[in-house]
Structure formats: C-alpha cells, structure tokens
C-alpha cells in the first residue's frame, strides 16, 4: 500500500509540473523573426498541418507542442483556415484564440461611384494581397466565370468598400461586388416611380450610370434624371456627353470636340436616340434610386453653373440664355 501510494503522488506531481510548464508555455510570447508574421491556413488543413505552417512561418515555436495543445485545447476542430497576422507578444493561446474565431487579418479595397470596369480591373492588379486571377483573362472570359455569360462587365459591379484576406482572388471580390449590384438594383427598382420611362431594371442601370457621370451633387441627381426621362418621353435625344466620351475608349484625350459630338457610334446620345446598349460606370446607390425616382420637373435641359449645381431650363432659348451666361462668359 504505501509503494502505491508513493507512485500516486509521484504521477500526481508530475501532472501538476506539467500542467504548470503547459500553462506557463501557452501564456509565453512566441519568438518571432520580425514584428508581425504573416500565416496563411489553406481550406481543409490538418491539424497537425496548422501546427507546421505556424512554424514554417517563421514562428519559433515546436510544431508537435504546438499540435498537442491545439488537441488537449478541445478547440482543434473549430480551427478556421484563413490569412491570419501574428505580432510579437502574442502567445499560444492568442494563436488558439485566433484561429478557432477566424479573426483573419484583413485588407480592404474600395471601389468608387463612376468608375469604368477598366479602372475596377486596375485597383485589383494593384491590391496588396490579393491572388491576382483575372489578369490574362479578357472582360467577356471574366463575366462568364462570374456566370454573366454574354452581359457586358460595365456597371454590374457595386462601388462600396471590400475587405478580403490575404490569398483571397480578384474574382471573388468581382463576385460580392456583382452580387451587391444585382441586390441594390432589385432595390431601387422596387421604388421606381409610376411616370418613369425606363422599362426594366437594365434599362434604369444604364441611366442611372449616365446621372453619375453627369454629376456629384446629390441635390440635382433627381432633376437631371427628369431631365432624361423627359427627354425619352418625346423621342429627343438624350445629348450627354459622358456617353459619348466613354464611346470613344482610349481616342478621348481630355477634350470633347464638336466633331466628337457628330461622329456615331452606339453610345453618342446626340447621333442615336434613346438609351446607350450599356452602362458607362458604376453607378451608386443615390444614382440607382434617382434613375427610378426623377423629380417632377418639366426641364429639358440644365448646364453646369460651375460651382458644382446645374441650371434647369424648360425650352432651348432659356437653357441658350443659361449657357451663356455660366459658360461662354465664363471663358
């Protein structure tokens, strides 16, 4: 009896010089080579995986301790894969605690109201992190891997700000970005008003891309779009010239030209009636709900007055007057 005795307490005292060395190991700062350390986890990683890659990262710390605690932690199978960021002072169980809540480091990228598809395409060629997929793909090769075979890329994307983790690809944000889109137009398009001239929700898409481009100031959003739709009511031409700049691609050089007014192609609004065939950007959620909410207005026309608003005009020698005086004396 006293041999198992002795045996007891020797098992007894070697748990607890265990449990405290455990416990003080998984509350010690990880030595790391530099202040932060990147680890990415790939979809369906072992544990014992996990545990590797932590190490191969450049944490110093021993894969197998590393895998025991993830086990004994009964926390090992809600390990979350994931681009995660590890800074000096952190310990095993700031790890444990990371992983298990998939609280990834993430970077954002922000899509603005106006741009073109070529600009989107751009700011992801040139965002940090992001697993560059789309880069030898053409726009129409991009639009059938997001499933939009046949539909043209222009405006399908929601200007907002997009946050991803490292290994993430461009066509997984062109994805949210798409999917947002479809959402706010399915929105906006269930508050179009009774008197609009637009008869789907592509058709208000198209015009509300053209009242982006025409102007920043939300006070005039609306009128402008009663202008167009005005305008559509009597079969005369739309006449605005950020479709006809965006119809000429790379020829533009900064200055529209009278000869550029005159020159047909499908989105000159002055030589074709009706809508463009495409959007000519993305247009956010205010010009979205103008395209289908247009103020009541009978103007025809308006001009920039040049400090940011326009001027509304009913009749042509009103809307002559107004340019007049905003832009020809101006100059």
Same mark, same amino acid.
């Given at each position: ?11 007894? =005292?070697?748990?607890?010089?265990? @449990? ?10 990880? @030595? ?23 190490? *191969? ?48 480091? &993430?970077? #954002?990228?922000?899509?603005? *109201? ?31 891997? &997001? ?8 405006? !399908?994307?929601?200007?907002?700000? /997009? ?7 461009? &066509? ?11 959402? %706010? ?11 609009? %001239? ?10 509300? @891309? ?8 939300? =006070? ?38 009278? #000869? ?9 609004? /002055?030589? !074709? ?37 326009? /001027?509304?005009?009913?009749? &042509? ?15």
């Amino acid at each position: 009896m006293k041999v198992i005795k002795q045996i007891f307490w020797g098992v007894l =005292s070697v748990a607890l010089l265990l @449990s405290a060395v455990s416990g003080w190991w998984v509350m010690t700062p990880m @030595s790391m080579p530099t202040p932060t350390v990147d680890v990415s986890i790939e979809p369906q990683t072992p544990v014992r995986g996990i545990a590797q890659t932590v190490a *191969d990262a450049g944490v110093d710390v021993p894969p197998v301790v590393l895998y025991v605690f993830f086990r004994v932690s009964g926390q090992s199978r809600k390990l979350r894969a994931g681009s995660y960021e590890l800074s000096q002072g952190n310990t095993p169980l700031d790890l444990l605690r990371k992983l298990s809540r998939g609280e990834e480091s &993430l970077k #954002a990228i922000s899509l603005i *109201d106006g741009w073109t598809f070529r600009q989107i395409r751009t700011a992801l060629a040139k965002a940090e992190g992001l697993k560059h997929d789309t880069q030898d793909l053409s726009d129409e090769q991009i639009m059938t891997q &997001l499933g939009f075979p046949g539909v043209a890329p222009e405006g !399908r994307f929601f200007p907002d700000t /997009y946050t991803y983790g490292k290994g993430t690809s461009e &066509l997984h944000v062109m994805a949210r970005a798409a999917k947002a889109m479809n959402k %706010q137009l399915a929105a906006a398009w269930t508050l179009r008003g009774p008197d609009i %001239q637009v008869k789907t929700p592509e058709e208000a898409l198209v015009l509300a @891309s053209i009242i982006e481009k025409e102007t920043g100031r939300e =006070s005039d959003r609306t009128t402008i779009s009663r202008v167009f739709h005005n305008r559509l009511a009597i079969d005369m031409p739309l006449q605005t010239d950020p479709t006809v700049i965006y119809g000429m691609f790379d020829a533009f050089d900064g200055n529209l030209r009278r #000869a550029d007014l005159r020159a047909d192609h499908p989105w000159n609004t /002055y030589t !074709r009636k009706g809508l463009p065939p495409t959007p000519i950007a993305m247009p956010g959620r205010n010009a979205l709900k103008a395209a289908v909410q247009p103020a009541t207005s009978n103007a025809l026309y308006f001009v920039a007055k040049g400090d940011g608003t326009s /001027y509304f005009s009913a009749t &042509l020698d009103e809307h002559n007057a107004a340019v007049n005086r905003y832009q020809r004396q101006a100059k």
